[in-house]
């Protein structure tokens, strides 16, 4: 048998590889809810007063898109809104040029890059909005661990997108565009 991990991953592959199709089965990532809560209780680096975004991923431009959100945080300051942080929680070969991107734009104090952690799941539970801004997923670990922890979801539109998260976890963009002004409503609703 060629386990998927959703059934877009499916589609795909039998696209790719037809001649395999009956072979196929969808088994979707299992998540230890129980011990990613327990997890998640360990201190976290938050303070009040602003609304807190955080994204966690391998800081990679071409597939994860860090310098975009480093963008999304400059047309937010340059809307008037700034009372929140973006938590970039992550290492990777775009680090540095993103760190840079930050201070170019204007935007360090805005954009928080935490490094890699261990335990990213207090900065996920503690968290306002998990953003992911990804150029393509396939069925994204991070997701359930972000739903597993009880925190409200704004994506891009991936393949599986639609599978994995219901519309009272979160947001399905369907642009960057509609990505945007759903960041911008979810920041001013809560201020």
Same mark, same amino acid.
């Given at each position: 048998?060629?386990?998927?991990?959703?059934?877009?991953?499916?589609?795909?592959?039998?696209? !790719?590889?037809?001649? #395999?199709?009956?072979?196929?089965? *969808?088994?979707?990532? *299992?998540?230890?809810?129980?011990? =990613?809560?327990?997890?998640?209780?360990?201190?976290?680096?938050?303070?009040?007063? +602003?609304?807190?975004?955080?994204? *966690? $991923?391998?800081? /990679?431009?071409?597939?994860?898109?860090? /310098?975009?959100?480093?963008?999304?945080?400059?047309?937010? +300051?340059? /809307?008037?809104?700034?009372?929140?942080?973006?938590?970039?929680? $992550?290492? @990777?070969? /775009? !680090?540095?040029?993103?760190?840079?991107?930050?201070?170019?734009?204007? *935007?360090?104090?805005?954009?928080?890059?935490? $490094?890699? +952690?261990?335990?990213?799941?207090?900065?996920?539970?503690?968290?306002? !909005?998990?953003?992911? #801004?990804?150029?393509?997923? @396939?069925?994204?670990?991070?997701?359930?661990?972000?739903?597993?922890? $009880?925190?409200?979801? =704004?994506?891009?539109?991936?393949?599986?997108?639609?599978?994995?998260?219901?519309?009272?976890?979160?947001?399905?963009?369907?642009?960057?565009?509609?990505?945007?002004?759903?960041? +911008?409503?979810?920041?001013?609703?809560?201020?």
């Amino acid at each position: 048998r060629i386990v998927c991990v959703s059934k877009a991953v499916r589609r795909n592959f039998h696209k !790719l590889i037809p001649e #395999y199709a009956e072979k196929t089965e *969808v088994i979707h990532n *299992v998540f230890p809810v129980e011990e =990613l809560q327990q997890l998640a209780q360990a201190e976290h680096s938050y303070s009040g007063g +602003k609304y807190h975004i955080v994204t *966690v $991923g391998r800081v /990679d431009n071409s597939t994860k898109r860090m /310098d975009g959100i480093v963008r999304l945080c400059a047309r937010l +300051k340059n /809307d008037g809104i700034t009372q929140f942080q973006w938590h970039l929680v $992550g290492d @990777g070969p /775009d !680090l540095p040029g993103n760190q840079q991107l930050a201070h170019e734009l204007r *935007v360090a104090e805005l954009v928080c890059f935490e $490094g890699e +952690k261990i335990n990213p799941f207090p900065y996920i539970k503690h968290a306002d !909005l998990f953003a992911l #801004y990804s150029a393509y997923e @396939g069925f994204p670990m991070v997701i359930g661990e972000a739903q597993a922890l $009880g925190t409200y979801i =704004l994506t891009t539109n991936y393949a599986a997108a639609k599978e994995q998260i219901t519309p009272e976890q979160g947001v399905i963009a369907q642009s960057d565009e509609e990505f945007y002004q759903e960041l +911008k409503r979810l920041i001013l609703c809560q201020n």
